[in-house]
């Protein structure tokens, strides 16, 4: 029998929960920042359990599975807890602060082969992105040359907006490059198979001080606050604008930008692949949709619809053609693949979703942007 506990009560907490009770998964309870925290998300989102603390959720025979929603500052500690304990862990992105402690979590994972040890990377579950997986793996754009696109959000663009996420002690040295930039690179090599030999980078921070209020605010909610607000004025030392130049181990060039502070793109992923023979493009605000390029003929324009998908992206689609599938789906058919795999019980089987080893080589990469940017040069991926 398999039942969760969710730690973390912010903007992701609830998705994760919405997405497992969509699946008829049993969600036990949640843990929140306070005891308070934890009493209201349980009575919200109507769980029988709020814990008190982390060590209860280790202590409660009845859940087997702990989903990690906090601040990235605690991921390390609770996965390598959480393992310890038998538990299998879903751990947000970046897995951990740096690639010392998702190193360290990677081998920890081997060591329990008959645990989950996966990393919530959801993009990769949106059925058009599998699809452009397909078509890249069938050959049908040909040998891969280059892949270009970002990630823009515009959340941070004033000083007034607050988020755990500017603090490096809180959410790691790299700020847009780990929160969004890590999403990219994961979904680039996921949908092409492709992995970074080297990169080169640079960061920018536009708002070197801002006003952090003196009560928390949850991610996104900072636009909706109204009246006075009490703040203090602290440094930034996070980026808001991170560029990225990428060695492929094909030869294959890539370039990605991101953004917080990008006025009116409110969380846009784009991509855009290009082969020998033809090129594929995705768009995160427009995601049922995909752009394929031709050179000798008209550009075409997929529309999701599971009759014209491939068989593995139609496996991920749920919703027949003109039937949207957003944001909350990719958790559900993230979580679709995890359990599955769990209920299916063969942790020899190829694993249909993303591991610790991915979370470690995406937080690699970061590692090594950040020393791109600071040494100004190309820094070769081993
Ligand atoms: C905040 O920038 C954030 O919530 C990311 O942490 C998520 O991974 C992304 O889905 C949306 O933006």
Redesign the pocket.
Same mark, same amino acid.
């Given at each position: 029998m398999t039942a969760v506990a969710v730690v973390g009560t912010g *903007? $992701?907490g609830p998705v994760h929960v919405e997405a497992l009770q969509r699946l008829g998964i049993t969600v036990q309870g949640i843990l929140g920042s306070s005891a308070e925290k934890s009493e209201q998300a349980a009575r919200q989102l109507n769980l029988p359990t709020a814990y008190r603390d982390f060590q209860a959720i280790l202590d409660d025979p009845a859940v087997n599975v702990i989903h990690i929603t906090t601040p990235n500052k605690t991921h390390f500690e609770m996965s390598q807890r959480a393992l310890q304990a038998g538990k299998h862990v879903v751990c947000e992105?970046p897995l951990a602060m740096n690639a010392k402690e998702t190193a360290a979590l990677v081998e920890l994972a081997r060591s329990k082969p008959n645990l989950i040890s996966a990393v919530n990377y959801n993009i990769r579950f949106y059925p058009m992105v599998i699809q452009a997986r397909e078509i890249v793996r069938s050959g049908e754009i040909g040998q891969v040359y280059t892949l270009r696109g970002a990630y823009v959000?515009d959340?941070l663009l004033y000083d007034t907006d607050w988020n755990w996420?500017l603090v490096p002690e809180e959410g790691g040295e790299v700020r847009a490059i780990g929160? $969004?930039g890590t999403?990219w690179m994961d979904l680039l090599g996921f949908v092409t198979g492709l992995r970074v030999e080297a990169l080169l980078a640079d960061l920018a921070t536009f708002i070197t001080r801002r006003k952090k209020p003196r009560q928390a605010v949850a991610? *996104?909610k900072g636009k909706e606050q109204s009246g006075p607000i009490e703040y203090d004025t602290v440094d930034i030392r996070t980026e808001d604008w991170g560029a990225v130049l990428f060695h492929y181990d094909n030869g294959a060039r890539g370039s990605m930008a991101v953004s917080?502070v990008n006025a009116g793109r409110k969380?846009q992923l784009t991509f855009e692949i290009a082969g020998s023979k033809g090129a594929i493009a995705w768009d995160s605000e427009r995601p049922n949709e995909l752009w394929l390029g031709h050179r000798d003929r008209a550009n075409g324009h997929l529309l999701k619809d599971p009759s014209l998908l491939s068989d593995a992206a139609r496996a991920y689609a749920n919703y027949p053609g003109g039937h949207n599938e957003g944001f909350p789906d990719t958790f559900k058919q993230l979580y679709r693949a995890i359990y599955g795999y769990l209920q299916a019980g063969d942790f020899s089987a190829p694993k249909p979703y993303p591991t610790f080893e991915d979370g470690h080589d995406e937080v690699t990469l970061c590692d090594a942007i950040l020393s791109s940017h600071r040494e100004r040069r190309w820094i070769d991926i081993r």
């Open positions: *903007f $992701i992105k959000q959340w996420r929160d $969004i999403h991610t *996104f917080q969380n």
